[in-house]
């Protein structure tokens, strides 16, 4: 059998130091606001690992998820961004 290979244009698996940065900062503010995954989950919709896997940097978010997860910490997504440097 033979070994799995990227197709071309599809990201690693490794975690990237941003999404190390972005799973830091989405445990720090859920954290700061004494939510649990579960509880997380019972806001979102979406199953406790969704979130356990974007902290441990095994997942990465689109824009669009990323602005919905903010509006469920009740963060502001540009100002979200701009703490975890990932723009300016």
Do not use: V
Request: aromatic share 6%; glycine share 8%; proline share 2%.
């Amino acid at each position: 059998m033979e070994a799995y290979k990227l197709k071309r244009g599809e990201a690693s698996l490794k975690a990237s130091p941003k999404r190390i940065a972005l799973g830091k900062w989405i445990r720090e503010q859920r954290d700061a606001r004494g939510l649990t995954m579960r509880d997380l989950s019972a806001i979102s919709g979406k199953p406790h690992s969704y979130f356990g896997k974007i902290e441990q940097a095994q997942r990465g978010l689109d824009i669009l998820e990323f602005i919905e997860l903010c509006n469920w910490l009740n963060i502001d997504a540009q100002k979200g961004l701009k703490e975890i440097k990932l723009i300016n």
